[in-house]
């Protein structure tokens, strides 16, 4: 069973911004397309954003044009930069690829709060 690692959540005010951290080991990860998900309290896990091999990006339509996905397959990382934060963004967040290879990390909590 193999697990990525998430990091970067904390707690920030309307509309601050954080940068949320992934990384996924193996060799898989340069030919898996990778996404970002989040789970608030009492919700269902959401997908917020893909990111295919080749850069090809999806974004919910919560999070068009505050948040960005990106990737670096020789660092086997996923990276989402998030700006202009809502109180409704508040979640636990997760890194995974769609296809079910890795499995589900810890998470990485975001509040956002005043």
């Known amino acids: 069973q193999v697990q990525v690692a998430e990091s970067g959540g904390g707690l920030v005010q309307p509309g601050g911004s954080l940068r949320l951290s992934c990384e996924a080991p193996?060799?898989?990860?340069?030919?898996?397309?990778m996404a970002w998900y989040r789970q608030a309290p009492g919700k269902q896990r959401e997908l917020v954003a893909a990111?295919?091999?080749?850069?090809?990006?999806n974004y919910a339509d919560f999070v068009k044009g505050r948040f960005t996905i990106s990737r670096d397959n020789a660092k086997n990382t996923v990276t989402m930069e998030m700006n202009n934060l809502k109180p409704e963004d508040t979640a636990v967040y997760y890194c995974?690829?769609?296809?079910?290879?890795?499995?589900w990390g810890q998470g990485t909590q975001v509040t956002v709060s005043s």
């Open positions: 193996g060799t898989v990860f340069t030919i898996n397309t």
């Open positions: 990111i295919t091999t080749g850069g090809r990006t």
């Open positions: 995974k690829d769609p296809g079910g290879y890795y499995n």
